[in-house]
């Protein structure tokens, strides 16, 4: 690979780290939320709390990638003999195609290593409720604010320490055929730009450009000690047998 | 990486000739630095004529140095290429 692949790379790299630290602030509070209301009790609990926080990353993430694939398709439909296109083209390739994947990577597979991560904490959580309500105090903060379920089900569920309805409520919610479709459309859209990107990739930053210089005669011919050497390229050299 | 065929002819009977090993490397000078692309040479099916995968690295005026030892004795040859990516 050459240098300018390895900066694009880097730029990558700096990209989705930062998305993916939002992304696991916006987990952790959702985390914190339902800890704060009680609403912690349960595996369903948990993925209900990540769901509430990775959805709210949705929207932000993807406006995210539509803006860089809009300021970085231009460069890849260059011309190739545009004055430093060769250098743009191999920077902005490998953002074009990670950026795609670092989407995909944020909004699905992130989340579900949350999870995974978390689900050791709710054990213990649940196991040993007073030794950790005891942390919960020193950890999490006062003014916890309140979550978009919290406000709909209001204070007086909140209170509950168990809040069964609280989570039926949730669930029931995340089940809703408005909120499937939207998930459903919006992991549809991420698979089409995706899609789109990869074949754009694949056409724009393929290897056709040097073939079009492709002609039957030597582009370079040298003499030394009697004898002519004459560089070719093999589709021309090769052309007439 | 793009192949090139690199064939050495007699320049009286313009007749191909082998030549035995041949080396082939580019190299872009810059300030401070020096970009060097090494190539494979193969031979081919057709005696005298070599095949070079060369995968420069970007654009730009590349020197192309040229070095075979064999049955024509030794030689080298270097020349200035513009490669356009």
Known sequence: ?241 | MNDVVIEFRDTASGELVDVGTVKFDLDMNMLGMVMHDGSTIQRTDTLGRYRAKVEPEMGGDWMAALQFEGPRGKGQVSFSVNVKL
């Open chain 1, 1 to 241: 690979m050459s240098v300018a692949v390895w900066v694009g790379l880097i730029a990558l790299a700096g990209l989705d780290a930062e998305t993916g630290v939002v992304m696991l602030l916006y987990l952790d509070q959702a985390w914190d939320r339902f800890r704060a209301a009680g609403r912690m009790n349960s595996t369903t609990d948990l993925q209900g709390a990540v769901i509430e926080g990775a959805v709210q990353r949705v929207r932000p993430k993807i406006m995210t990638i539509c803006a860089i694939l809009f300021g970085l398709l231009p460069i890849m439909w260059a011309p190739a003999t545009q004055s430093g296109a060769d250098v743009m083209k191999r920077i902005a390739a490998p953002m074009v195609g990670g950026v795609i994947t670092s989407g995909i990577l944020e909004l699905l597979l992130y989340p579900v290593i949350y999870t995974l991560w978390r689900r050791r904490h709710l054990a213990a959580l649940l196991a040993h409720p007073s030794s950790v309500a005891a942390v919960d105090e020193a950890l999490i903060p006062v003014a916890v604010a309140p979550s978009y379920s919290s406000q709909t089900l209001g204070p007086e569920a909140m209170r509950s320490p168990i809040a069964p309805n609280a989570r039926g409520s949730s669930k029931a919610e995340w089940r809703s055929p408005s909120r499937r479709r939207a998930l459903v459309a919006v992991l549809l859209l991420i698979v089409a730009v995706g899609a789109g990107g990869f074949f754009a990739w694949q056409k724009l930053a393929g290897t056709g450009t040097p073939d079009k210089a492709v002609s039957s005669a030597p582009f370079a011919t040298q003499q030394v000690q009697g004898l002519t050497v004459n560089f070719l390229h093999p589709k021309a050299s090769y052309k007439g047998r």
